[in-house]
């Protein structure tokens, strides 16, 4: 039975993602939040499974998006690859920062996030094209501040990557694929990361490693890769503007929620 509330889970979070055009992590640890409260998980590991949990599923399915960006030629792997260097010691500072927080003070933190990724879309707020590329130190630089700022929210970067590269001039397709590719280093560093923070926290329950729950990330992984591709055909028969402020009342909501 809990497996297959994974299962719903999954094909919900992918199906919104596909639908909204935002990381799975965004949709993937509040629901996490929420389940893993509901099956009684000590209220100061749950949130960092949540949160662990997610980055594990991202490693999953960012690898599809990646390979759909890449077909079309749209991922600038020059600009990957000296963010990644920063990403990698960003994302494990993250993961650090995280353990040192208590479980309520970091679903606060998410809540914060949360609310302030829902005023973005609800007004469509987008940086403008000014200043061009930095060279390799401040591609790591940025790197860093995403991977840090992503091991802490759960998300593979998305809401964080995209609006730098645009802001750096690179056109929208390429930032969104390049982001799609940064997400992968997040989510694997991020998921390892909490692993080890947690490994030997009394409190996990059984089928956890660390801060990663196994049948939450198998359940969520295997469905919503699946359904990822149906939101983003069921995007297209629907009005972007009205869904992605249907989207950013539910994150608010959850924000406030998570606040209280």
Request: net charge positive; aromatic share 10%.
């Amino acid at each position: 039975m809990e497996f297959l509330i994974y299962l719903v889970l999954g094909g919900f979070a992918g199906t919104l993602a596909g639908l909204f055009g935002v990381g799975g992590g965004m949709i993937i640890v509040p629901v996490l939040v929420y389940s893993f409260a509901a099956q009684g998980f000590p209220v100061e590991v749950l949130t960092h499974m949540a949160v662990g949990t997610s980055l594990a599923t991202i490693a999953f399915t960012s690898i599809n998006a990646i390979r759909a960006h890449h077909l079309k030629g749209a991922v600038r792997w020059h600009l990957f690859v000296w963010m990644t260097v920063g990403i990698l010691g960003g994302t494990l500072l993250g993961a650090w920062t995280a353990s040192l927080l208590e479980g309520p003070s970091l679903q606060r933190i998410i809540g914060v996030f949360a609310i302030a990724v829902a005023i973005q879309m609800a007004f469509d707020l987008k940086p403008r094209a000014g200043q061009d590329v930095p060279g390799k130190p401040g591609l790591a630089a940025a790197g860093g501040v995403i991977g840090w700022a992503s091991a802490i929210f759960g998300i593979g970067g998305g809401s964080l990557t995209v609006p730098f590269l645009v802001w750096r001039s690179v056109p929208m397709q390429q930032a969104v694929a390049t982001s799609s590719a940064c997400g992968l280093p997040i989510a694997i560093a991020g998921a390892l990361s909490f692993m080890v923070t947690g490994w030997n926290n009394p409190s996990l329950p059984e089928w956890s490693m660390g801060y990663v729950y196994l049948p939450g990330l198998v359940g969520i992984a295997a469905t919503s890769m699946l359904f990822a591709g149906f939101g983003a055909r069921l995007a297209h028969r629907l009005s972007q503007r009205v869904l992605k402020r249907l989207f950013a009342l539910l994150l608010t909501g959850v924000g406030i929620n998570f606040l209280m």
